[in-house]
């Protein structure tokens, strides 16, 4: 296929369970910010989870119904990371961030907070994705960094593009043939 036939991307995405730690309700409060300067702006929102009828409720009193969808668990989610713009990982604690990883085998750049756990560990900021500050800011600040970064993305298509490209390549060092060789000469060294 070539560049041109590629299919066009659209819009942000976030996946992951739809409870307190993915923190989607500040996402939804950063997407607000976002839609006052990009106003065509779209989130889809992949998962389920017990704070549905209450992320859904924050959407409606946001009136971002149009802007924010809640689409459920999703069978073939390479599919949509290849669709969409890119990522937005909100969480306050990640154990890996695979979503993260996922949506980089695919192209799919990512801007997710910087908080305890995997993002900084896989997202190099500024190259194949961007890494929002999270630590030592209360949640205004937070929101208005995850909104900044979000804004940034959609500004550019030619760094999202690059970093998309970025994303693909760097997160091979998170294939099964790297971290086996990885392993293997871990136990050499120890024998």
């Given at each position: 296929m070539a560049a041109d036939d590629a299919p066009q991307r659209r819009g942000a995405m976030a996946v992951g369970r739809l409870a307190p730690v993915k923190q989607f309700g500040l996402l939804i409060e950063a997407w607000k910010i976002v839609t006052a300067s990009h106003p065509g702006a779209t989130l889809d929102i992949y998962g389920e989870g017990p704070l549905r009828e209450e992320l859904q409720r924050q959407i409606d009193e946001a009136e971002l119904n149009n802007r924010i969808f809640l689409r459920g668990d999703c069978e073939d989610l390479a599919a949509k990371y290849a669709s969409h713009e890119f990522l937005v990982l909100s969480s306050r604690d990640e154990g890996f961030g695979l979503v993260l990883i996922e949506a980089m085998q695919c192209?799919?750049?990512?801007?997710?907070?910087?908080?305890?756990?995997?993002?900084?560990?896989?997202?190099?900021?500024?190259?194949?994705?961007?890494?929002?500050?999270?630590?030592?800011?209360?949640?205004?600040?937070?929101?208005?960094?995850?909104?900044?970064?979000?804004?940034?993305?959609?500004?550019?298509?030619?760094?999202?593009?690059?970093?998309?490209?970025?994303?693909?390549?760097?997160?091979?060092?998170?294939?099964?043939?790297?971290?086996?060789?990885?392993?293997?000469?871990?136990?050499?060294s120890l024998i």
């Open positions: 192209g799919c750049p990512c801007v997710a907070v910087d908080c305890p756990g995997g993002p900084a560990h896989i997202i190099t900021d500024g190259k194949d994705g961007i890494l929002v500050p999270y630590r030592n800011l209360n949640s205004d600040e937070r929101i208005a960094a995850l909104a900044s970064a979000a804004g940034r993305m959609l500004d550019d298509s030619d760094m999202r593009r690059e970093m998309g490209a970025r994303a693909r390549l760097n997160v091979n060092r998170f294939s099964k043939n790297d971290i086996m060789s990885r392993w293997q000469n871990l136990f050499k």
